[in-house]
T-cell receptor
Framework: AQKITQTQPGMFVQEKEAVTLDCTYD???????LFWYKQPSSGEMIFLIY??????QNATEGRYSLNFQKARKSANLVITASQLGDSAMYFC???????????FGQGTTLQVKP | SAVISQKPSRDICQRGTSLTIQCQVD?????MFWYRQQPGQSLTLIAT?????????ESGFVIDKFPISRPNLTFSTLTVSNLSPEDSSIYLC??????????FGPGTRLTVL
């Protein structure tokens, strides 16, 4: 069965520093995709970054990068130069094969300290 | 990205009633989904909304409780029927454009008294 695991319920980071949010996954599919979303207290889900299973380079989007280690089945999110507005819940998700359906991890709450 | 709107943004409903949530996308999309997020929990897929045919429900979700319509490629509705306090959640519609893009609507926050 496919599964996403986020082992950090909560994380703290000092403003302007970098932080890594962990995500491991389990799948028998060869083709899959990994997503990270940010959910502020308003409840909306904001797409941050995507990594395909066949992508050889780690994905980057501005201050976000995805540390993709396929052999370890990990897809950690790295946020550099943290800002107060980064305080939110972060979800890792995996797309099931060709269906488009997403399986979500339990989320990590990030708090940025001034 | 896709522009997705949901109505209503929030509602408070009485036990035993129903709520219909609308999801409108600014352009045609093939794949559309409905998710539920219970308080303090992660997102769980309710169903895939199929255009012109019955929705495909995930384990634990049934059509009688969560009827879904998708009359065209830009619009879908989710009804939560016979409401109970356990249905208090955020309901989100989502669309996929290709395999590397999936966007969510702003969500509907439902409280059942």
């Amino acid at each position: 069965a496919q599964k996403i695991t986020q082992t950090q319920p909560g994380m703290f980071v000092q403003e302007k520093e970098a932080v890594t949010l962990d995500c491991t996954y389990d799948t028998s599919d060869q083709s899959y995709g990994l997503f990270w979303y940010k959910q502020p207290s308003s409840g909306e889900m904001i797409f941050l970054i995507y990594q395909g299973s066949y992508d050889e380079q780690n994905a980057t989007e501005g201050r976000y990068s995805l540390n993709f280690q396929k052999a370890r089945k990990s897809a950690n999110l790295v946020i550099t130069a943290s800002q107060l507005g980064d305080s939110a819940m972060y979800f890792c998700a995996m797309r099931e094969g060709q269906t488009g359906k997403l399986i979500f991890g339990q989320g990590t709450t990030l708090q940025v300290k001034p | 990205s896709a522009v997705i709107s949901q109505k209503p943004s929030r509602d408070i409903c009485q036990r035993g009633t129903s709520l219909t949530i609308q999801c409108q996308v600014d352009s045609q999309v093939t794949m559309m989904f409905w998710y539920r997020q219970q308080p303090g929990q992660s997102l769980t897929l309710i169903a895939t909304a199929n255009q012109g045919s019955e929705a495909t429900y995930e384990s634990g979700f049934v059509i009688d409780k969560f009827p879904i319509s998708r009359p065209n490629l830009t619009f879908s509705t989710l009804t939560v029927s016979n409401l109970s306090p356990e249905d208090s959640s955020i309901y989100l519609c989502s669309v996929a454009r290709g395999y590397n893009e999936q966007f969510f609507g702003p969500g509907t926050r439902l409280t059942v008294l």
